[in-house]
């Protein structure tokens, strides 16, 4: 599938087949997570994988993770990521999402279903997971093969938010 369609045709995935990822699909996906940029190449980001009944149990204490199979807590090292000088900001966020977001265009390539969490108690994820101190959760994704029998429609403003500047030329 091309990339156009491949992004036109992604979208959350909120029930999922009691089908495992296999291994080589789950590889190829943190595979995509590695090759994803980070800020000055800092590579602050830290993946745990989350499958197994009483594992995901105990993720599901911080989440809904829709039954899934698998789930990715996708962590930020607060003290490897790049901060700018000028007011501060650190990439930890923003490193964060790009790994997500490179696994989950990888999972749809791969036939998978996923979808991004942040609603979940990150205290609870570190407390279960025994997180270390300086790693933050920000992303769980979760990964299986879809149980649905219509792909919904995509529903996106339309371009009036993408500003161009230009000098006319
Ligand atoms: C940063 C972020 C956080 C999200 N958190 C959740 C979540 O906690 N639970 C959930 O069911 N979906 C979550 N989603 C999925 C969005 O609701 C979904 O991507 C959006 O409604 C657009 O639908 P689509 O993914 O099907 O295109 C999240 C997505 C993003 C990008």
Redesign the pocket.
Known sequence: MDFSTLIKE???V?SYLAKHVETEKLNAILEAGRLAPTAANLQPITVFVVEGKETLAKLAKA??I?DAPLALIICADKEVAWTRPFDGMQTTDIDA?IVTDHMMLQASALGLGS??????KPDVVKKEFAIPENLIPV??LAIGYADESST?E???DDMGKFAIFTDGE
């Open positions: 992604r979208h959350s909120r989440a809904n829709y999402s979808v991004w969490i942040c609603y979940f992303n769980i919904p995509k529903i996106r």
